[in-house]
């Protein structure tokens, strides 16, 4: 099992600022996925990254895979109340990170 | 098809019952997998299905847990004499072999043991 380490845990900003959310493992992944998980819903993809070094832009979400394939970012620009919720990262193993609890403040 | 189905979405048992959980995946998608997620956490990987036949199964999971996918299409998984630690959301996700690690997940199902 590869094993992926979010951080933050937590992270608490106000509508309007940027933030950047990591996902590390000393493992090398095929690829890499992130997703976002509202309260009392089932996780939903957002991105899947393959190429080392590979960047993905999801409208204010821009997403970075590791040169290395060992490592990934997660930066949102502007971040938005509607941005809150739980990012998790997970390997192509489906195995995943204990995600960064967002709360975006109006 | 509207995406991954789970039911129900909420059980409440008491301590020592069994209990069965249904997901019925995205039809054409051929590997199902079951998550357990407590509070704060992420996903734990629980088991995973390709068609029938079931793969990988966690060392988490005791033999309390049992799943199964009999004709490749829904799944079950039954906890029997669930305890107190069993409480948490039951996720099933679905997706296609070729494309790897891209799943489509159902809405949980949210077991309270009291």
């Known amino acids: 099992t590869q094993l992926l380490e979010q951080s933050p845990q937590f992270l608490s900003i106000q509508e309007g600022e940027n933030l950047t959310v990591y996902c590390n493992s000393s493992?090398?992944?095929?690829?890499l996925q992130w997703y976002r998980q509202e309260p009392g819903e089932g996780p939903v993809l957002l991105v899947t990254?393959?190429?080392?070094?590979e960047v993905k832009k999801l409208k204010r979400l821009t997403f970075q895979f590791g040169d290395a394939r060992k490592d990934s970012s997660l930066h949102i620009t502007a971040a938005q109340p509607g941005d809150t919720g739980l990012y998790l990262c997970?390997?192509?193993?489906?195995?995943f990170g204990a995600g960064t609890r967002l709360t975006v403040k109006p | 098809d509207t995406g991954v189905s789970q039911n129900p979405r909420h059980k409440i048992t008491k301590r020592g019952q069994n209990v069965t959980f249904r997901c019925d995946p995205i039809?054409?998608?051929?590997?199902l997998y079951w998550y357990r997620q407590t509070l704060g956490q992420g996903p734990e990987f629980l088991t995973y299905?390709?068609?029938?036949?079931?793969?990988?199964k966690s060392r988490l999971l005791s033999d309390r847990f049992s799943a199964e996918r009999p004709k490749g299409s829904f799944s079950t998984l039954e906890i029997q004499r669930t305890e107190q630690g069993d409480s948490a959301m039951y996720l099933c996700?679905?997706?296609?072999?070729?494309?790897?690690?891209?799943?489509?997940f159902g809405q949980g199902t949210r077991l309270t043991v009291v």
């Open positions: 996700a679905s997706s296609l072999r070729r494309i790897e690690g891209e799943a489509f």
């Open positions: 493992s090398v992944f095929s690829s």
């Open positions: 990254v393959v190429t080392g070094g």
């Open positions: 997970a390997g192509g193993d489906m195995r």
């Open positions: 039809s054409e998608h051929n590997r």
């Open positions: 299905f390709q068609n029938e036949a079931q793969l990988e």
